[in-house]
């Protein structure tokens, strides 16, 4: 027999086989690579885009914490008093209870009535009223809403009115924290330093939110997230 038409060898065979595996290896693993990379950017884009939302959401409901209208005294005729109960600490973090509650004008369209309406003239009346009020002629209504955010069991739950009932915003909250910046003085705009439990709150210029999520797949680490919101009308 010719040596041209010989086959394969045993050595040369398993040498063969032995170059196939290692590509094959080599092409698995390139694609677990890019899968993995693919599943970590996925989970990083959707946590920071989460955290987004609710941050976004918490910036425009604390820009407009106090907020009195037109005029600065207000007449409080709301069922109980709850308004004047309330908007004492229009923005109040409990760190016991890990609870930011806030008293905000409605943000675009709001859900149901609003907790109380503001009624005014913008010249010599205001008073406020529990639930959905209409104006008269001549007259301006603000609805204004006490909205309270809880984190409990890695989930930040979100809550609206004087009930305690609350429903689910975010989960895979490893931590959430809040501090306020403060000026030196009632009369000072500028902002010295930050505390998580501000004696006085007509000293209160900011707030400092801090949002740490993570991914229950174990895709990507644990992302941290911070926003600073400037008030924009003065705390009581």
Not at 7 to 12: I, N
Not at 115 to 127: F, P, Q
Not at 135 to 145: I, K, M, N, P, W
């Amino acid at each position: 027999m010719s040596r041209s038409s010989q086959g394969f060898g045993l050595v040369e065979m398993l040498l063969a086989l032995a170059l196939s595996l290692v590509l094959v290896l080599g092409a698995t693993r390139v694609f677990m690579t890019a899968k993995a990379t693919y599943l970590s950017q996925g989970a990083s884009a959707y946590q920071q885009e989460e955290a987004r939302f609710v941050l976004g959401k918490m910036l425009q409901e604390i820009r407009m914490a106090g907020f009195a209208g037109c005029l600065r005294t207000v007449r409080d005729a709301s069922e109980g008093g709850t308004f004047s109960r309330f908007a004492a600490r229009p923005v109040h973090w409990n760190s016991a209870d890990q609870t930011l509650s806030l008293v905000t004008v409605d943000v675009g369209e709001g859900d149901g009535a609003p907790t109380w309406s503001l009624v005014t003239d913008c010249r010599k009346v205001a008073v406020v009223y529990s639930g959905l009020q209409k104006a008269s002629e001549g007259q301006q209504v603000f609805a204004l809403r006490r909205v309270f955010y809880r984190f409990r069991n890695q989930q930040l739950m979100l809550g609206t009115g004087l009930e305690h009932q609350q429903m689910v915003l975010l989960d895979n909250v490893q931590a959430f924290d809040i501090s306020f910046g403060l000026a030196r003085s009632v009369t000072d705009s500028a902002v010295s330093g930050y505390s998580r439990d501000p004696g006085d709150s007509a000293q209160i210029r900011s707030v400092r939110l801090n949002l740490t999520l993570g991914d229950p797949h174990g895709a990507v680490r644990p992302q941290r997230f911070t926003l600073v919101a400037a008030l924009r009308n003065r705390l009581p």
